[in-house]
C-alpha cells in the first residue's frame, strides 16, 4: 500500500528493526522513573536540538499529542485569554478548544489564499498568547519565517505558540523567531502516533512559574520541573520516545530534509497544475504548504480518484472540513520515497490526463 495520507502516515521502514531492538534491549518494560529511561530522554532531547535547529536554551517536553500541546498552553500559560489567527480547521479548533477553558479567547479568520495578515492585526495588551498554525493540514497552507519574523517584532512582549504538527521534522524551522513550537510525530517524524514534541523559549518558562498553574498532570511548571532530571509528570510513551530517538540518529540534519522536500513540493505542484479538470487548491504560491499539497476537483472527480487510488493500493487523504467533499490530499513527508511519488504520477497520467 502506497500511503500518501497527511497523517497518521507512512512510518520510516526502519521502524519494523527500531520495535525489535526496543523489546531486545528491555526497553518496554523499563520503570520511566529509572536511570535507563533518563539516558534515553537526555539523548533525545540532546539531538532533538542538534539534528531541528532548536536553540540551545529552549526546553522540550513529551506530550501525547499535539491537542494536548493546546490545553496545556491554554492552562498554564493564560489566566484571561489568547488570541488566535487561523484560515483552516486545526487553527480553528485550537481556538474553540481555548474558548472552553478560557472564554474570553479572541479569534481572527483570514482567506487561505493570502498570507497571514500581521499588519491588519489588532491584539489587545491582556493577550498573554498569540497562537497560529504554521501548517495547515486542512488546506495545504503555511505561514512564511518572514510572517513568523514580522509577527515576533510586532508584539515582542506577547509569547507566540505555534502549531508545527504537518512541519516539524520536515522543515527547517526558524524557531528563535516564536517561544513555544510543537508537533505531533505521525507526520514528518514518520513514527507512530501517540507522541508530541513541545519546544519552549526561556521566557515561556518563566511566564510559566509566574502564573505558578499546579492543578493538572501536564501543568507546564510540573512537566519543567520534572524535565529537569529529563524525567515526565506521567508515565509516557516510552516506546515511542525510544523510536524518536532511533529515528534522529539515522536521519541527516534538517536543512537537507527541507531541501529534499521543497524540491518535491514544487515538482508535485507543477505536475497537478497540468490537469484540466484538477488544480491546486491554494493559487497563491507563497502560502502554499510544502508538506500538505492539497487538490482541488468536482466532488464527483474526487470521489472517484479516491476509489480508484484505493483499488490500486494508492491511500490519498480526504479532504478536510470546509473542503471534505471537494479535495483531497497528499502528504510530502521524509518517509515517503520519491519512487513512491513516480508510480502516484503514472495513476494519475494514466486514468485523468
Known amino acids: 500500500m502506497l500511503n500518501f495520507y497527511p497523517g497518521p502516515s507512512k512510518v520510516y521502514p526502519e521502524v519494523r528493526t527500531y520495535l525489535t531492538d526496543a523489546y531486545d534491549e528491555g526497553m518496554l518494560g523499563t520503570p520511566h522513573r529509572g536511570e535507563q529511561f533518563v539516558q534515553l530522554s537526555r539523548a533525545v532531547?540532546?539531538?532533538?536540538?542538534?539534528?531541528?535547529?532548536?536553540?540551545?536554551?529552549?526546553?522540550?517536553?513529551?506530550?501525547?499529542?499535539?491537542?494536548?500541546?493546546?490545553?496545556?498552553?491554554?492552562?498554564?500559560?493564560?489566566?484571561?485569554?489568547?488570541?488566535?489567527?487561523?484560515?483552516?480547521?486545526?487553527?480553528?479548533?485550537?481556538?474553540?478548544?481555548?474558548?472552553?477553558?478560557?472564554?474570553?479567547?479572541?479569534?481572527?479568520?483570514?482567506?487561505?489564499?493570502?498570507?497571514?495578515?500581521?499588519?491588519?492585526?489588532?491584539?489587545?495588551?491582556?493577550?498573554?498568547?498569540?497562537?497560529?498554525?504554521?501548517?495547515?493540514?486542512?488546506?495545504?497552507?503555511?505561514?512564511?519565517?518572514?510572517?513568523?519574523?514580522?509577527?515576533?517584532?510586532?508584539?515582542?512582549?506577547?509569547?507566540?505558540?505555534v502549531d508545527a504538527t504537518s512541519s516539524m521534522a520536515g522543515l527547517n524551522l526558524k524557531l528563535i523567531k516564536a517561544d513555544i513550537w510543537f508537533a505531533s510525530v505521525q507526520k514528518c517524524f514518520g513514527l507512530p502516533a501517540g507522541l508530541a514534541v513541545l519546544a519552549c523559549s526561556p521566557r515561556t518558562i518563566f511566564r510559566a512559574k509566574q502564573i505558578n498553574e499546579r492543578a493538572h498532570y501536564n501543568s507546564l511548571v510540573t512537566m519543567y520541573e520534572k524535565m529537569l532530571n529529563y524525567q515526565t509528570t506521567h508515565t509516557p510513551n516510552v516506546l515511542n520516545i525510544y523510536l524518536l530517538k532511533r529515528m534522529l540518529e539515522d536521519r541527516p540534519f534538517i536543512k537537507q530534509i527541507d531541501l529534499e522536500l521543497s524540491d518535491r513540493a514544487q515538482d508535485l505542484y507543477t505536475f497537478f497544475s497540468q490537469f484540466t479538470d484538477m488544480k491546486p487548491l491554494i493559487e497563491n504560491e507563497e502560502v502554499r504548504s510544502k508538506t500538505v499539497i492539497a487538490v482541488q476537483a468536482s466532488e464527483r472527480l474526487v470521489d472517484d480518484i479516491k476509489k480508484r487510488a484505493l483499488h490500486h493500493n494508492i491511500r490519498l487523504g480526504n479532504g478536510y472540513g470546509a473542503w471534505a467533499r471537494n479535495t483531497f490530499r497528499i502528504a510530502n513527508f521524509p518517509a515517503i520515497l520519491n519512487e513512491e511519488y513516480e508510480e502516484l504520477k503514472r495513476f494519475f497520467l494514466h486514468y485523468y490526463a
Open 45 to 161: 532531547v540532546g539531538s532533538i536540538k542538534r539534528k531541528l535547529n532548536i536553540p540551545q536554551d529552549y526546553y522540550v517536553f513529551f506530550a501525547t499529542s499535539a491537542t494536548e500541546c493546546w490545553e496545556i498552553l491554554t492552562q498554564s500559560l493564560t489566566t484571561k485569554k489568547s488570541f488566535h489567527i487561523y484560515n483552516g480547521s486545526f487553527g480553528e479548533k485550537w481556538y474553540q478548544y481555548a474558548k472552553k477553558l478560557r472564554p474570553n479567547a479572541e479569534g481572527l479568520q483570514y482567506d487561505a489564499n493570502e498570507p497571514l495578515p500581521v499588519e491588519q492585526l489588532n491584539i489587545s495588551s491582556d493577550t498573554e498568547l498569540i497562537c497560529f498554525t504554521q501548517n495547515e493540514t486542512s488546506n495545504g497552507t503555511q505561514v512564511s519565517s518572514t510572517t513568523i519574523l514580522n509577527l515576533h517584532n510586532r508584539y515582542r512582549s506577547t509569547l507566540t505558540a
